[in-house]
């Protein structure tokens, strides 16, 4: 029954790539100093990938903000082994992308328990990345999508938001989970008009080389530190394409 579950799943995104292909527009990569927040160390490599290369290969300036350490990925491996070999496959997987660990922040916040909007805490975390963005002279912010289906990614978007309403920046969402949540009578609901397309084809290889020093990093026991993903999901990573959506101030 699960792998029958799956193997919908995977028609379904087949599917819902098929209609971005046909519906967005391309996106025009530039090098304005750039931000991306990433709930769990991983998403910005599954999720920008191929933006973050595009970058560093016109001499942006890319940052990277981690919520959390992505601590509870496993349940029955120490968290501070988890943490520790978390971080070590992001710094080598953004250096491969071109990133230096030093354009790197680490906000350590629990795994799950990122402040939400309305929180003393959420205004607290807002206003210290309002801070970085102002000091490192940031254009563009790039944050997960509101279709994102976990807990952490829709903290990062109303995070991502409340910045943006206070700065002079664009504001992108990226996909990490959206394709794989994404339901077809969703596609209703996507704002098209503000969509872009980031074409892999050149760089493709190197961002599945960045990924897979994520699927080989296990524990002692033979699990991925960055958990059990499902087959369907890893599988939409294979698509040479990767989803933004383009955030108006006179949209919100």
């Known amino acids: 029954m699960k792998n029958i579950k799956e193997l919908i799943k995977q028609i379904r995104i087949y599917i819902i790539q098929s209609v971005f292909i046909t519906k967005t527009q391309k ?3 530039n090098k304005e100093n750039t ?5 769990h160390p991983d998403d910005e490599t599954f999720g920008c ?14 940052y990277i903000i981690f919520l959390t350490n992505g601590e509870n990925s496993l349940q029955d491996v120490n968290k501070a082994e988890i943490i520790k070999n978390r971080k070590e496959s992001t710094i080598n997987a953004l250096s491969k992308l071109g990133v230096s660990y ?26 210290k990345i309002y801070k970085i963005i102002d000091e490192y002279k940031i254009k563009e912010l790039y944050t997960p999508h509101y279709f994102e289906g976990w807990s952490d990614h829709i903290a990062a978007y109303e995070i991502g938001l409340d910045v943006f309403k206070k700065a002079n920046i664009t504001l ?15 596609l209703f609901n996507i704002k098209w008009n503000n969509l872009y397309l980031l074409n892999l084809k050149d760089i493709f290889l190197l961002k599945q080389a960045a990924m897979n020093i994520y699927f080989k990093s296990k524990s002692k026991n033979g699990k991925l530190y960055i958990g059990n993903l499902p087959k369907a999901f890893i599988n939409s990573f294979k698509w040479r394409y990767e989803i933004f959506e383009k955030v108006n101030k006179n949209e919100i």
């Open 27 to 29: 996106l025009k990569v």
């Open 102 to 127: 030093k354009n790197i922040f680490w906000l350590n916040y629990n795994d799950g328990s990122i402040p939400r909007k309305g929180s003393d805490e959420f205004n607290v975390l807002t206003d």
């Open 49 to 62: 990938g191929g933006l973050i290369s595009k970058k560093i290969e016109l001499n942006a300036n890319v």
């Open 172 to 186: 992108y969402l990226y996909f990490v989970w959206t394709l794989y949540y994404l339901k077809l009578k969703q």
């Open 35 to 39: 931000m991306i927040i990433a709930p």
